[in-house]
């Protein structure tokens, strides 16, 4: 909350923000990301759907990545279908 009104922020709205459902939301979403292995943003999952719903991961893209990386992990994962 200092360093928010070190900023000019709206401090109550901040605090609101800081403390409610929201990051609440945002722990859960790090301890799903740290069990996935998740150390940057974005990262992508590329795989294949298994019969049971779940997908078999074939690739994973993280961080800012050219056009022509995601076609060919997506030709790799359909190779593998």
């Given at each position: 909350?200092?360093?928010?009104?070190?900023?000019?922020?709206?401090?109550?709205?901040?605090?609101?923000?800081?403390?409610?459902?929201?990051?609440?939301?945002?722990?859960?979403?790090?301890?799903?990301?740290?069990?996935?292995?998740?150390?940057?943003?974005?990262?992508?999952?590329?795989?294949?759907?298994?019969?049971?719903?779940?997908?078999?991961?074939?690739?994973?893209?993280?961080?800012?990545r050219a056009e022509a990386d995601f076609a060919a992990a997506i030709t790799q994962a359909g190779a593998q279908k």
């Open positions: 909350v200092d360093r928010a009104r070190a900023l000019h922020l709206d401090t109550a709205a901040f605090a609101q923000c800081n403390g409610g459902r929201a990051a609440d939301r945002v722990k859960a979403d790090l301890t799903i990301a740290s069990v996935l292995g998740v150390r940057a943003t974005p990262t992508f999952f590329i795989g294949v759907r298994e019969r049971d719903g779940r997908l078999r991961v074939t690739t994973v893209i993280a961080g800012a």
